[in-house]
């Protein structure tokens, strides 16, 4: 029995996110069809949205599947908030790193307090909350870049020290760090771990996620597209967010595009869309700095009205840059919890 919670937990995070093929996961995990399927219904009942489909030609059938998550999350592609009032307030930041020793919670906690005195109801993280571990030629760097190491410990830590205010949710998603938590031999999503000890902190899926701000009083909404894209920092910093923005079809039809990873602040509106980078809450890394990153560290408050449609009327952005890092903060830092624990 405890070998088939092993497989179900294991199966279920092997199709996060990601689309497999039926034949490689009955192989991979060596259970018949029947077992499969009976894993899958179970799943299922518990509230995860796992799809299947099936792919044909004259010559081949194969059966994808893909776990979209707990059903929690709401539809697959979108996670909605129902928000009446007619201005929101909202925080976002990326990139936190929490286990390393770069890692400046100290000035995360700063982020909180402010944005509670300016009345902020939802945060909103880019990805890379964890350090994760290191890998290949860098393997060696997790004995002298990491005081928290693993996916136990890094996650325990987070739950534990992330900030805490009342009345406030952090909503975040998982970049390429958090992934490297996830092996053949241990295939669990940080991301859900940690929400499933805070509840204020709300996981919304790997690399990316598209949130509606619902007005019950009109048919109109607001679309925030959070992203934690891969690859290399470009020469021009508007690069990547203009090319994706370019990318995008007619129907994606988003206002606010968010996007972390890439260790800028910048802003700017293209096709009538909002966007922002997201700096980093963390010190340059050796990492950043063998890959000549700049590292601006900071984060973006958005103070958001509605027209009487319910759709932006105008955007007041403010940003808080942080131009000094905090030595050895990890050593000191302190944990933040206002308005005290659920």
């Known amino acids: 029995m405890e070998n088939y919670h092993k497989i179900k937990e294991a199966l279920s995070n092997q199709i996060l996110g990601n689309e497999e093929k039926e034949e490689d996961l009955l192989k991979r995990f060596n259970i018949s069809f029947l077992e499969f399927n009976g894993i899958i219904y179970e799943l299922k009942q518990e509230g995860y949205n796992i799809q299947k489909y099936v792919e044909e030609d004259e010559e081949l059938k194969t059966t994808w599947y893909k776990n979209w998550g707990h059903s929690k999350l709401g539809d697959p592609m979108n996670y909605k908030i129902i928000d009446n009032d007619d201005e929101i307030r909202i925080m976002l930041i990326s990139d936190t790193r929490l286990g390393s020793i770069y890692q400046q919670l100290s000035i995360i906690n700063q982020c909180y307090e402010l ?56 909503y975040f998603i998982t970049g390429d760090h958090d992934r490297t938590h996830y092996t053949k031999k241990r295939p669990l999503d940080i991301g859900k771990m940690i929400a499933d000890k805070r509840e204020d902190m709300i996981y919304l899926g790997p690399k990316s996620k598209e949130i509606t701000f619902v007005n019950e009083n009109s048919l109109n909404d607001i679309k925030l597209f959070m992203t934690h894209p891969k690859g290399a920092v470009p020469y021009t910093v508007s690069y990547r967010p203009q090319q994706y923005i370019y990318s995008m079809r007619g129907e994606d039809d988003i206002d606010i595009l968010s996007m972390g990873h890439l260790l800028n602040c910048d802003s700017f509106d293209e096709r009538g869309i909002f966007e922002f980078q997201v700096p980093s809450l963390c010190a340059t890394t050796p990492e950043m700095k063998e890959a000549k990153l700049a590292n601006d560290m900071g984060a973006w408050i958005l103070i958001i009205k509605k027209n009487r449609f319910g759709k932006i ?27 005290g624990i659920k």
């Open 115 to 170: 944005a509670h005195e300016m009345g902020v109801k939802y945060v909103f993280h880019n990805g890379d909350i964890s350090e994760g571990e290191y890998r290949g030629e860098y393997a060696e760097w997790n004995d002298k870049l990491l005081f928290c190491r693993g996916l136990d410990e890094q996650t325990k830590y987070i739950a534990n020290n992330y900030p805490y205010v009342k009345g406030m949710n952090t």
């Open 313 to 339: 009327a105008s955007i007041r952005p403010r940003i808080m840059p942080f131009y000094n890092s905090l030595e050895e903060d990890y050593k000191r830092s302190k944990v933040l919890k206002l308005g």
